[in-house]
């Protein structure tokens, strides 16, 4: 089945970086898009970047220019690396794969259809 476990979250203070990883098992990876989003309590879960099969990149635009996604289609895993962070960054990171492959990527949570467990970024002031 459909696995993806995230890690690298932790704590980190404002202007930090940290590198997030994903790693995917059960699909093919290389047809489907892929994408990071987070979530804080009581609020619902945000896109954050998505990359396509072919390797477009999209961003939030509170991120772009900071953030940088990337993907390893033979090691099966997609990275987000995450510079200058901000306080406002602070929240659960979640990576996810798209619903269909070769489908045209998405920013909505409901464009994809597998979800890791989550990992907690923290940034401290």
């Known amino acids: 089945q459909v696995q993806l476990v995230e890690s690298g979250g932790g704590l980190v203070q404002a202007g930090g970086s940290l590198r997030l990883s994903c790693a995917a098992s059960g699909f093919i990876f290389r047809k489907y898009a892929m994408g990071w989003f987070r979530q804080t309590p009581g609020k619902e879960r945000e896109f954050v970047a998505g990359?396509?099969?072919?390797?477009?990149?999209y961003y939030v635009d509170s991120v772009n220019g900071r953030f940088t996604i990337s993907r390893d289609d033979v090691k099966n895993t997609m990275a987000l690396q995450m510079n200058s962070l901000k306080l406002e960054d602070t929240a659960v990171y979640y990576c996810?794969?798209?619903?269909?492959?070769?489908?045209?990527?998405?920013?909505?949570?409901?464009?994809?259809?597998?979800w890791g467990q989550g990992t907690q970024v923290t940034v401290s002031s």
């Open positions: 996810a794969a798209g619903r269909s492959a070769y489908a045209a990527p998405g920013r909505k949570a409901t464009d994809y259809d597998s």
């Open positions: 990359i396509s099969w072919s390797g477009y990149k």
